[in-house]
């Protein structure tokens, strides 16, 4: 990505946009990323360190003038409703992620942006894709709005690249585990929770249970595919809008044994609740060649290696300022 860019990031203050905008600010300089949420309690940090747009992607008007006003030429569209939060209320899901991405997506082809990344999920797949090793090309028939909007939103993209040679790219992000922002109203929730619970209280109780094993990614790993993909030469790619990327698989059983080398008395209970059954249609392991090969993919952190580090962030906030 050329220096020059002049970034938009929509959802800057959730679970990935929060960390994603520091890292634009640092490589590409405060002024030239634009900070932008619904939201109206943003972290000084964020707020702080360039500029910031009060900005609902649902609003056609407040979008032009946004994107014309700071000339931007480079989107990050982040903002989303979840999966847990969708099925709490579709039709708002439904809104955000397929009326806000199409904005995003319009206003783009309409101005100076040349190149936008927008996310998609492990939630496009569905209870009919294999679970084990999940391929590139499969089955994506999934049985939650949220995911139903992912497809939507990959396809829209890819429509976008063929028809009108806009450079959309994106990856179908697993759960996301980090320990800045909380995430926002999703399915693996459960393994940021956990740590946080191990270091407040020593216990925690999952709302799936023990033997649920879906894909997740530790924090730097999700913010070095986004960029890694962001770089990677166009011709290069045969997919742009729906890479399957992995990190790790882990039982939470598995995970609740690592916690505990670090944390001995740690103790976990189980209370499934209706994220049991979005979990049941996810891929346990996910097949990334695709990625791999076309961008050089390769992720840097593993069960071990990120246990031990989120324990780390987490106790030392909790020492400093609790969590
Ligand atoms: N975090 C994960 O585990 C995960 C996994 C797979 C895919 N993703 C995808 O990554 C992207 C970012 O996810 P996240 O975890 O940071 O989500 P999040 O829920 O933490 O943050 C989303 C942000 O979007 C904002 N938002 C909601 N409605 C809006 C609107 N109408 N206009 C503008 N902003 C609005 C929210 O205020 C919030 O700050 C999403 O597309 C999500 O689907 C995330």
């Not at 300089?29 to 000084?44: C, F, H, L, R």
Request: with cysteine; aromatic share 8%; net charge neutral.
């Amino acid at each position: 990505m050329n220096k020059k860019e002049k970034i938009l990031v929509t959802g800057a203050a959730g679970q990935i946009g929060s960390e994603l905008t520091p890292l634009l600010r640092e490589r590409y300089g405060n002024i030239q990323v634009i900070a932008s949420d619904i939201k109206t309690d943003i972290p000084s940090d964020l707020k702080d360190s360039g500029p910031f747009e009060h900005l609902d992607v649902l609003s056609n008007e407040r979008l032009f003038e946004v994107v014309k006003k700071h000339r931007i030429t480079l989107i990050f569209h982040m903002s989303a409703i979840l999966s847990a939060s969708g099925e709490q209320n579709p039709q708002h899901a439904w809104k955000v992620n397929i009326e806000g991405t199409r904005n995003i997506l319009e206003i783009s082809k309409d101005s100076e942006v040349k190149k936008l990344f927008i996310p998609s999920s492990i939630a496009a797949f569905g209870p009919s894709t294999p679970r084990e090793d999940t391929p590139q090309e499969t089955i994506l028939r999934p049985n939650t709005v949220y995911g139903i909007t992912k497809v939507a939103g990959e396809l829209l993209s890819n429509y976008y690249v063929a028809r009108y040679k806009l450079d959309v790219r994106g990856c179908r992000y697993p759960g996301i585990i980090s320990h800045k922002t909380l995430p926002g109203g999703g399915t693996t929730d459960y393994a940021v929770a956990i740590f946080y619970e191990a270091v407040r209280k020593k216990t925690y109780t999952c709302f799936v249970n023990k033997e649920t094993m879906l894909p997740m990614m530790y924090m730097p790993d999700c913010l070095k595919a986004t960029l890694d993909l962001m770089d990677a030469n166009f011709k290069k790619l045969q997919h742009h809008a729906d890479f399957n990327v992995a990190g790790m698989s882990f039982k939470v059983h598995e995970l609740a044994r690592e916690i505990k080398k670090h944390i001995p008395d740690f103790t976990i209970s189980y209370e499934p609740d209706y994220r049991q059954k979005i979990a049941d249609t996810w891929p346990r392991t996910i097949d990334d060649s695709a990625a791999r090969q076309e961008w050089g993919w390769e992720p840097e952190y593993d069960l071990s290696s990120m246990t031990e580090d989120m324990l780390k962030e987490l106790r030392r906030r909790h020492q400093e300022s609790g969590l």
